[in-house]
T-cell receptor, first 114, second 115 residues
């Protein structure tokens, strides 16, 4: 298995632009998580899905952030409009089952908002 | 809600030195505990985990961790570090039961091993 796939690996954009991050979970996994990693706040859970349904989005920082999972093999995290403080590494992870004990992480997307 | 504290933000060691990274959690119930490692430019990888049983857990690459329930701790250890162990290490905790469990991470400890 290729593991969790994220794209792009690096994104540099200007403030105010829309940013879309993509994730393909491990085949057969039915839980998917989006995390944000910054120096100041460490690793934070933004949102997680189970069977394509958002279960907990309490970690989403504000309305500029949105996430979708249209099918079992694809999810997006969108920031519109982006701001410099959104600069971070965004990780996607997937696991089998709703009991999220063992998650497999993707390589992350390093986002820089100028 | 659970929380995780890693008090050492940056640890610098020479090769062959012994390592201990602290991890304390706060949660009133039973937990599962994890250590993840993130090598430079790479993604998070599971280093070891504790679910139940022997509180001394052995992981990959010679790492081990000991769960001390009375101290709410799950410290990571390695008797002799190598330059290749330079990475960021994250402790994580999840409640063992409940319908809305989340994996909660500590803020991470950056380990630098000098050759």
């Amino acid at each position: 298995d290729a593991g969790v796939i994220q794209s792009p690996r690096h994104e540099v954009t200007e403030m105010g632009q829309e940013v879309t991050l993509r994730c393909k979970p491990i085949s057969g996994h039915n839980s998917l998580f989006w995390y944000r990693q910054t120096m100041m706040r460490g690793l934070e859970l933004l949102i997680y899905f189970n069977n394509n349904v958002p279960i907990d989005d309490s970690g989403m920082p504000e309305d500029r952030f949105s996430a979708k999972m249209p099918n079992a093999s694809f999810s997006t995290l969108k920031i519109q409009p982006s701001e410099p403080r959104d600069s971070a590494v965004y990780f996607c992870a997937s696991s089998l089952g709703r009991a999220v004990v063992l998650q497999f992480f993707g390589p992350g997307t390093r986002l820089t908002v100028l | 809600a659970q929380s995780v504290s890693q008090h050492n933000h940056h640890v610098i060691l020479s090769e062959a030195a012994s390592l201990e990274l602290g991890c304390n959690y706060s949660y009133g119930g039973t937990v599962n505990l994890f250590w993840y490692v993130q090598y430079p430019g790479q993604h998070l990888q599971l280093l070891l985990k504790y679910f139940s049983g022997d509180p001394l857990v052995k992981g990959i690459k010679g790492f081990e961790a000991e769960f001390i329930k009375s101290k709410f701790s799950f410290n990571l250890r390695k008797p002799s570090v190598q330059w290749s162990d330079t990475a960021e290490y994250f402790c994580a905790v999840i409640a063992s039961a409940g319908s809305a469990r989340q994996l909660t991470f500590g803020s991470g400890t950056q380990l630098t091993v000098l050759p």
